[in-house]
Protein backbone atom coordinates (compact mmCIF):
# COMPACT_ATOMS: atom_id res chain seq x y z
CA UNK A 1 0.00 0.00 0.00
CA UNK A 2 2.78 2.21 0.71
CA UNK A 3 2.65 5.73 1.87
CA UNK A 4 0.33 7.39 -0.41
CA UNK A 5 -2.49 5.14 0.40
CA UNK A 6 -5.05 7.32 3.14
CA UNK A 7 -8.41 5.65 4.39
CA UNK A 8 -11.73 6.60 2.95
CA UNK A 9 -12.74 9.21 5.64
CA UNK A 10 -9.35 11.36 4.97
CA UNK A 11 -8.50 12.83 2.13
CA UNK A 12 -5.90 13.68 0.19
CA UNK A 13 -5.81 16.53 -1.82
CA UNK A 14 -2.45 15.87 -3.90
CA UNK A 15 -3.86 12.93 -5.30
CA UNK A 16 -6.54 10.41 -6.60
CA UNK A 17 -8.02 7.23 -5.41
CA UNK A 18 -7.12 5.49 -8.51
CA UNK A 19 -3.10 6.87 -8.02
CA UNK A 20 -3.18 6.06 -4.14
CA UNK A 21 -4.08 2.28 -4.62
CA UNK A 22 -1.85 -0.89 -5.95
CA UNK A 23 -3.73 -2.09 -8.93
CA UNK A 24 -4.75 -5.51 -7.73
CA UNK A 25 -6.84 -3.75 -4.73
CA UNK A 26 -8.12 -0.78 -6.74
CA UNK A 27 -11.56 -2.50 -7.94
CA UNK A 28 -12.58 -3.76 -4.57
CA UNK A 29 -11.02 -0.53 -2.72
CA UNK A 30 -12.39 1.87 -5.44
CA UNK A 31 -15.98 0.51 -3.93
CA UNK A 32 -15.79 2.11 -0.59
CA UNK A 33 -14.09 4.96 -1.59
CA UNK A 34 -16.35 6.69 -4.14
CA UNK A 35 -19.81 6.97 -3.74
CA UNK A 36 -21.38 4.22 -6.00
CA UNK A 37 -23.11 6.22 -8.88
CA UNK A 38 -25.59 3.26 -9.24
CA UNK A 39 -27.17 3.90 -5.68
CA UNK A 40 -27.03 7.90 -6.78
CA UNK A 41 -29.45 6.58 -9.76
CA UNK A 42 -31.26 4.72 -7.71
CA UNK A 43 -31.84 7.66 -5.71
CA UNK A 44 -32.65 10.22 -8.34
CA UNK A 45 -35.32 7.81 -9.35
CA UNK A 46 -36.83 7.33 -6.50
CA UNK A 47 -37.17 11.32 -6.21
CA UNK A 48 -38.17 11.69 -9.80
CA UNK A 49 -40.91 9.11 -9.26
CA UNK A 50 -41.74 10.74 -6.24
CA UNK A 51 -42.10 14.20 -7.09
CA UNK A 52 -44.13 13.13 -10.69
CA UNK A 53 -46.51 11.13 -8.05
CA UNK A 54 -46.78 14.61 -5.89
CA UNK A 55 -47.68 16.41 -9.27
CA UNK A 56 -49.92 13.94 -11.04
CA UNK A 57 -52.36 14.29 -7.49
CA UNK A 58 -51.60 17.64 -7.35
CA UNK A 59 -52.74 17.93 -11.06
CA UNK A 60 -56.21 15.68 -9.74
CA UNK A 61 -56.89 18.38 -7.33
CA UNK A 62 -56.60 21.16 -9.53
CA UNK A 63 -58.45 19.31 -12.00
CA UNK A 64 -61.52 18.87 -8.88
CA UNK A 65 -63.21 21.79 -8.00
CA UNK A 66 -63.71 22.67 -4.27
CA UNK A 67 -67.08 21.84 -4.06
CA UNK A 68 -66.52 17.81 -5.14
CA UNK A 69 -63.89 17.98 -2.88
CA UNK A 70 -65.89 18.68 -0.10
CA UNK A 71 -68.70 16.48 -1.44
CA UNK A 72 -66.51 13.92 -1.35
CA UNK A 73 -64.43 14.56 2.27
CA UNK A 74 -67.88 14.02 4.07
CA UNK A 75 -69.87 10.81 4.23
CA UNK A 76 -71.97 10.99 1.74
CA UNK A 77 -69.09 10.37 -1.24
CA UNK A 78 -70.19 7.23 -2.94
CA UNK A 79 -74.06 8.59 -3.72
CA UNK A 80 -71.95 11.98 -4.80
CA UNK A 81 -70.03 9.99 -7.28
CA UNK A 82 -73.22 8.21 -8.15
CA UNK A 83 -74.91 11.47 -8.86
CA UNK A 84 -71.72 12.77 -10.78
CA UNK A 85 -71.39 9.91 -13.02
CA UNK A 86 -75.10 10.24 -13.73
CA UNK A 87 -74.52 13.70 -14.30
CA UNK A 88 -72.07 13.72 -16.59
CA UNK A 89 -73.40 10.54 -18.72
CA UNK A 90 -76.77 12.96 -19.08
CA UNK A 91 -74.46 15.52 -20.49
CA UNK A 92 -72.38 13.60 -22.55
CA UNK A 93 -75.64 11.94 -23.62
CA UNK A 94 -78.21 15.45 -23.95
CA UNK A 95 -80.51 13.91 -21.83
CA UNK A 96 -82.87 15.44 -19.36
CA UNK A 97 -80.47 15.46 -16.09
CA UNK A 98 -83.12 16.44 -13.73
CA UNK A 99 -85.28 13.24 -15.00
CA UNK A 100 -82.46 11.42 -15.40
CA UNK A 101 -80.64 11.81 -12.57
CA UNK A 102 -83.81 11.96 -10.35
CA UNK A 103 -83.33 8.62 -8.01
CA UNK A 104 -79.49 9.22 -7.49
CA UNK A 105 -80.18 13.63 -6.70
CA UNK A 106 -82.80 12.25 -4.23
CA UNK A 107 -80.30 9.06 -2.67
CA UNK A 108 -77.57 12.27 -2.07
CA UNK A 109 -80.17 14.52 -0.87
CA UNK A 110 -81.11 12.32 1.83
CA UNK A 111 -77.64 11.68 2.94
CA UNK A 112 -76.60 14.96 3.42
CA UNK A 113 -79.39 15.41 5.33
CA UNK A 114 -78.30 12.31 7.27
CA UNK A 115 -74.91 13.88 7.67
CA UNK A 116 -76.42 17.59 8.31
CA UNK A 117 -73.55 18.33 10.26
CA UNK A 118 -71.06 17.76 8.13
CA UNK A 119 -73.02 18.91 5.22
CA UNK A 120 -74.92 22.38 6.50
CA UNK A 121 -73.02 24.59 4.59
CA UNK A 122 -74.68 23.07 1.32
CA UNK A 123 -78.06 22.93 2.93
CA UNK A 124 -78.02 26.24 4.00
CA UNK A 125 -77.31 27.74 0.57
CA UNK A 126 -79.94 24.95 -0.71
CA UNK A 127 -82.93 26.04 1.48
CA UNK A 128 -81.42 29.94 1.14
CA UNK A 129 -81.79 29.28 -3.24
CA UNK A 130 -85.03 27.27 -2.63
CA UNK A 131 -86.51 29.88 -0.50
CA UNK A 132 -85.81 32.30 -3.50
CA UNK A 133 -87.08 31.37 -6.24
CA UNK A 134 -90.30 30.45 -4.19
CA UNK A 135 -90.37 34.10 -3.98
CA UNK A 136 -89.26 35.19 -7.27
CA UNK A 137 -92.38 32.35 -8.31
CA UNK A 138 -94.76 34.12 -5.96
CA UNK A 139 -94.34 37.46 -7.23
CA UNK A 140 -94.03 36.39 -11.14
CA UNK A 141 -97.09 34.52 -10.32
CA UNK A 142 -98.74 37.40 -8.45
CA UNK A 143 -97.71 40.14 -11.22
CA UNK A 144 -99.82 37.69 -13.79
CA UNK A 145 -102.82 37.93 -12.30
CA UNK A 146 -102.78 41.21 -12.23
CA UNK A 147 -102.64 41.36 -15.84
CA UNK A 148 -105.35 38.80 -16.32
CA UNK A 149 -107.74 40.73 -14.10
CA UNK A 150 -107.45 44.09 -16.51
Known amino acids: MGD ?15 TTMSSSSSSNSSQTQEPNPQSNT ?7 IIK ?3 EKQDEEEEEECGFCLFMK ?3 CRDPFIDWEKCVEQG ?8 EKCFEVT ?14 APILQVE ?8 AEFEKNRESI ?6
Request: hydrophobic content about 20%.
Open 106 to 119: SALQKCMEAHSDYY
Open 91 to 98: EKNNEDIA
Open 52 to 54: KDE
Open 127 to 134: KYVQAKVI
Open 73 to 75: EGG
Open 4 to 18: NYLPPSISNPSSTNS
Open 145 to 150: EQKEEM
Open 42 to 48: NTKTQEE
